[in-house]
């Protein structure tokens, strides 16, 4: 249970008379109820509010069954499905409406600025659970009967009535008062001690949805649906015990929350911490034991040049990809690259040792890659009605699989990119989000952030899926330059990877070895 569940859990336990013990001492909430009929009786006849044609009260008939008769017309009806549970002996079902007078705030317009007298005025942006941000109240004309049905006095309950903070609560407790804007709510008591029990009934029932009024094309809370709403009455004595509990409990739970959410970013974070340093132990060679009957890279690397020979022969590569780069120790203990004969020391590239039968090898020579197109944004043809799925990186999750696109691509821009990246390609992104990979689902193009990826020899898609999971961490050591969105890559720097490659059955038992350990993470 997280601490967002465990605040709910509480709240839901007071509402339902679970949090503290009866004290069948306290006066019941019927003698407070008709206290307020009374205070409200008073006020009508001083003609200080207007008589509530939906005034009401709620009883349990000998049938057992709930009952609400409405005191302007003598209508009674029965309630049973809107109760939604049984409350202790001494409390009593109720509306809103039926404990509070309610207004509502003045509209704000260009078109009320005359008449009366500058006012300072909240709206739903100053209001939030439980408290007030008053260093930005706007000013507003309002009239002396204005001022007195449009503002908030000390001990008002006020509630936001639109928007996508609806239901939002806070007591005002100033000392002075305050006028309202149309979308707040006011709830004033007509009696002492009711307002902080209900604020914790009003969150409640935002937590759980119960609060947006239907029908409407926007969420919000009308004042018919705020004024409406059902709640279990407790008497005052135990409303103060309640929120005394809920005052000294809350923030403990507050606190467990964030101490739960910090724990979830650590696991998570040490998730992450954990898979880099698999991959890292996978690419140095120390994650899986080296088999001497496996081969070697240098046997691989060898398949590889043959396999080029062969696609030169059949036109499908120009002659330039036999310009091999041949990577290996010197005497001296330095790493040297030779390229058409000429030897230059690149130990300063070299970021670790690897085993005896692994080799280094630039990434441009182990495998081909093609880089994908935005076809022209302006231009219809291209993206009406496409039948093609074409790739963005929003479309790539860390080591998945990218099963659908967000955009398509038509027949007529075929003719841009070539071929279509078949299903099972491994796809990376070496703009902005550097080094995510992903495998394709589908076939599909892709823009030009992406590189599919082809490897000259890969017997049961082995180098793939070795590349799949350690191009992440190879590619963060690239020549990565500063874009305006992040880092990217470019053709050279991606060409220059330098991979450390195992021999083909080593790459396999590492895939299967980083898979496991990656299980035991979920």
């Known amino acids: 249970m997280n601490g967002k569940q465990l605040k709910n859990s509480i709240l839901q336990w007071a509402i339902q008379g679970k949090l503290v013990p009866q004290d069948p001492n306290d006066e019941p909430a019927s003698i407070l109820l008709e206290r307020i009929r009374a205070e409200k009786a008073k006020l009508v006849k001083e003609k200080k509010i207007k008589k509530d044609k939906n005034e ?10 709930y009952y609400e008769k409405f005191l302007a017309t003598g209508e009674v009806k029965c309630i049973d499905d809107e109760i939604p549970f049984e409350i202790p002996n001494g409390w009593e079902w109720t509306r809103i409406g039926n404990v509070f007078i309610h207004a509502s705030g003045k509209q704000q317009s260009s078109n009320n600025k005359a008449g009366g007298t500058p006012q300072k005025f909240i709206t739903t942006s100053n209001l939030y659970w439980g408290y007030f941000v008053l260093d930005n109240v706007k000013v507003m ?31 005002w407790n100033q000392d002075y ?7 707040i709510h006011r709830l004033r008591p007509l009696v002492d001690g009711i307002c902080e029990y ?4 009003m969150y409640l029932q935002k937590e759980s949805n119960n609060l947006a009024s239907v029908g409407t094309a926007m969420p919000g809370l009308s004042a018919n649906r705020l004024k409406g709403l059902l709640i279990p009455l407790p008497p005052i004595a135990e ?6 509990k809920l005052k000294e409990a809350l923030p403990v739970v507050d606190k467990y929350d964030k101490v739960q959410g910090e724990l979830n970013t650590l696991n998570s974070s040490l998730n992450d911490v954990i898979k880099k340093s698999i991959l890292q ?5 120390k994650l899986v034991p080296q088999i001497i009957e496996e081969g070697t890279a240098k046997e691989l690397l060898a398949e590889i040049r043959k396999e ?3 696609f030169v022969k059949e036109g499908k590569l120009k002659k330039s990809v036999l310009t091999d780069s041949v990577i290996f120790r010197g005497d001296d203990n330095k790493y040297y690259e030779r390229i058409d004969h000429k030897s230059i020391d690149i130990t300063d590239e070299i970021l670790f040792d690897l085993p005896d039968n692994w080799s280094w090898v630039r990434f441009g020579h182990y495998i081909k890659m093609s880089i994908g197109k935005t076809p022209p944004r302006g231009e219809t043809k291209y993206w009406a009605n496409g039948k093609y799925s074409w790739v963005s990186i929003s479309d790539m999750t860390d080591y998945g699989l990218v099963k659908t696109t967000k955009e398509t691509v038509t027949e007529y821009a075929k003719c841009l990119f070539g071929d279509i990246s078949p299903l099972g390609t491994l796809i990376m992104s070496f703009k902005l989000t550097v ?15 992406i590189i599919s990826i082809y490897p000259f020899v890969d017997e049961d898609c082995s180098t793939r899926n070795y590349l799949f999971y350690i191009l992440p961490i190879i590619s963060s050591l690239g020549d990565s330059k500063d874009a305006i969105k992040g880092k990217t890559l470019n053709s050279k720097s991606l060409n220059n990877l330098l991979l450390p490659l195992p021999p083909l059955n080593e790459q396999k038992r590492i895939v299967a070895m980083i898979e496991q350990l990656f299980d035991k993470l979920k």
């Open 239 to 244: 409303q103060n015990r309640i929120t005394e």
């Open 141 to 171: 004309n309002f009239t002396e009967e204005e001022i007195r049905t449009c503002s908030a006095t000390m001990g008002d309950l006020l509630v936001c009535e639109g928007g996508a903070g609806y239901g939002r609560s806070a007591i």
């Open 281 to 285: 132990e996978a690419i140095q060679g």
């Open 198 to 201: 209900v604020y914790y009934f």
């Open 177 to 183: 008062d305050i006028c309202l804007q149309n979308h």
């Open 435 to 449: 080094g995510r990979t992903s495998l394709l689902d589908i076939p599909a193009y892709h823009n030009e952030a």
């Open 56 to 65: 009401s009260i709620i009883y349990r008939g000998d049938d057992n069954s």
């Open 308 to 310: 080029k020979e062969r």
